[in-house]
């Protein structure tokens, strides 16, 4: 029987996926191999990469004048690759610190140039985003960079910064492909796959084609946006079977109806947790109504010597992968495009019954 599963990441997947998945296994139409087996060259897989990248420039609805660059190392290596890629005659990023990723941000930039945090929230424990009139942007800055959802403490943006000329850069690891976005609006966006997309050892890179023109000269071939852009991401090989699962994430995705159908579907997912937990006395959600995820949804129990019994119940369910991040504590439910309504509804009748049960 599968569980629901609402890990922060790696995450649940769409069953359809995983059953075509198994279905293909063996024989990819009639190819007489799995994905796994084939040369990243031949015909069979060019048509997986190229289908999938186009399924992903239509959901996103990317413009013409932007290049996708699949890369590996996650996310975290793009804290590197941001400056190494961005810098060019500059020595000075401006990041905003709304959370933990941010900070990782905040901390790698560090060893490649001068970073200045233009605004944070850590004051009141991230639970907010600075209000943008309070930033303070240097026009020099190579760029500017923001991390439009945090996993962790559950913050997410609902609109774009306007008051810098710099290129905007965003970390959108785990809200990507959860609602419509304006891809105009950013220099470079990049999300690692295990969020929302796909099985890990992807990442997505959405980079405008005039910002890559600035790479250090010091940039590893493999993690260089303008050399990978030349060679389709190929200039090593991909990790094949991980595009493969994504191409048919994006599949159904389109079945779903897009991305404007996805996110009518995260809100309803989102409200009915948020308005059970606000609802009751027993369970708090401690982040600012406007910046509030839809897809992380951090929150805790007043009392905390229940925090152990109330996971154990909660697995005896099958509802796992509820404990909240170490730093955060607590507990933390990822309602990623995969998380079905049934997924929240058992959840939330569990809360109700085991509250009941304590009081
Ligand atoms: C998970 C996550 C990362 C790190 O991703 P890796 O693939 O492990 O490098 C970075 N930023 C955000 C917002 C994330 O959610």
Same mark, same amino acid.
């Given at each position: 029987m599968r569980v629901f599963n609402f890990s922060a990441g790696p995450a649940a997947l769409p069953e359809p996926v995983l059953r075509r998945a198994a279905q293909e296994m063996l024989d990819w139409h009639g190819c007489g191999m799995s *994905?796994?087996?084939m040369s990243h060259r031949g015909k069979a897989f060019t048509s997986i990469i190229e289908k999938a990248l186009a399924d992903f420039r239509q959901l996103l609805n990317i413009p013409e004048h932007y290049q996708?660059?699949?890369l590996q190392g996650g996310a975290l290596?793009?804290?590197?690759?941001?400056?190494?890629n961005l810098l060019g005659q500059k020595s000075v990023a401006d990041y905003v610190n709304t959370g933990e990723w941010s900070k990782k941000s905040i901390q790698e930039a560090r060893k490649y140039c001068k970073v200045n945090v233009i605004a944070s929230s850590e004051d009141r424990s991230f639970t907010?985003?600075?209000a943008e009139d309070r930033w303070q942007p240097d026009p020099e800055a190579a760029y500017l960079h923001i991390c439009t959802n945090e996993t962790i403490g559950?913050?997410?943006?609902?609109? *774009?910064?306007?008051?810098?000329?710099?290129?905007?850069?965003?970390?959108m690891s785990s809200h990507i492909l959860s609602r419509p976005v304006d891809i105009s609006q950013y220099g470079v966006i990049y999300a690692g796959?295990?969020?929302n997309i796909g099985p890990a050892g992807i990442t997505f890179v959405i980079v405008r084609e005039d910002l890559l023109d600035r790479a250090l000269p010091i940039t590893p071939s493999v993690f260089h946006w303008k050399e990978q852009a030349a060679a389709a991401s190929m200039l090593n090989t991909p990790p094949t079977y991980s595009i493969y699962i994504a191409g048919l994430v994006f599949e159904w995705l389109i079945d779903q109806g897009g991305l404007a159908a996805i996110e009518q579907k995260n809100i309803?997912?989102?409200?009915?947790?948020?308005a059970f937990i606000d609802a009751s006395e027993f369970y708090y959600n401690p982040v600012e109504l406007s910046c509030r995820s839809r897809m992380n949804i951090p929150f805790f129990l007043r009392d905390e010597r229940l925090n152990e019994a109330f996971l154990k119940g909660a697995d005896e369910r099958g509802l796992v992968q509820l404990k909240g991040h170490r730093v955060v504590g607590g507990m933390r439910a990822s309602l990623y495009n995969a998380m079905t309504i049934e997924g929240v509804e058992a959840l939330v009748a569990y809360m109700q019954d085991f509250q009941q049960h304590q009081t």
């Open positions: *994905v796994m087996e996708v660059l699949l290596a793009m804290n590197a690759l941001i400056p190494m907010y985003i600075p559950g913050v997410e943006y609902f609109w *774009v910064p306007q008051g810098t000329e710099v290129p905007l850069v965003a970390d796959a295990q969020k309803a997912k989102a409200e009915r947790l948020y």
